[in-house]
């Protein structure tokens, strides 16, 4: 923390995803800026709508919801947010951000948590710059990530008011379509997903068809 930060700043993370499912990669890289960053809280935002994942059938929201409420059990330090998942249409960044900053003191500090594919992609979402107003930017590096790109984004962003900040997080090269791959095939996602995401999984059918 900032040595001239007055006391009473909250500092909280936001993780936003698809989290279709949620998997042990998600949950190291929210711990990995909880710690480095002296946050607070993170709160995992899973996604309603998401807007960006046109190309196939994610699996519904209260699905996704109740794995990501089951994987951070246990963790003092993490919540869920149902925003995106009670809010009807397209589940915008920008929204979220903006409801947030609107119900917390407005002296909370707002970082938001994406992997760094995310962030290259970012001006495309919706408004962007407004997103930059109200949080700064996380960006935790995954195994094979384009470091020369992403310092051109950081750049570029930086010139236009957005704070970019970069974590290197331990590598695991977990994906959920992996996850999704192997549950399809019938194979083990012991250790790729917490224990009682699995059983959610295996008891409810998801991603068997
Ligand atoms: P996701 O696939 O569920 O992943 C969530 C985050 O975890 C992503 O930033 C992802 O980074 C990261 N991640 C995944 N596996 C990881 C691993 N093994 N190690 C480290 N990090 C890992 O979610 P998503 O679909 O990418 O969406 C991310 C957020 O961006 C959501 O809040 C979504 O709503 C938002 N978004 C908003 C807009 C918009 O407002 N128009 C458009 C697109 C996305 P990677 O990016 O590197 O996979």
Redesign the pocket.
Known sequence: MAAEEPAQVSRIGVM?????PIHL??L??AESVRDGFHLHRVLF?P?GT????TERRVAPAEHRLAMVRLAVAGNPGFEVSTIETDRPGA????DTVRSLRREMPPQTKLYFI?????VL?ILT??DPFEIFRHCDLVA?T?PGYDAAALDRMVGTLAGSGGAVHRLV?PE?????SEVRERVREGRSIRYLVPDAVGEYIWRTGLYQD
């Open positions: 936003g995803g698809t989290f279709d990669g998600h190291i890289a935002v996604a998401p807007p960006h994942k589940s915008y960044t920008v994406t992997g760094a594919d995310a992609e979402w919706k935790v995954r997080i695991v090269s977990i994906s959920s």
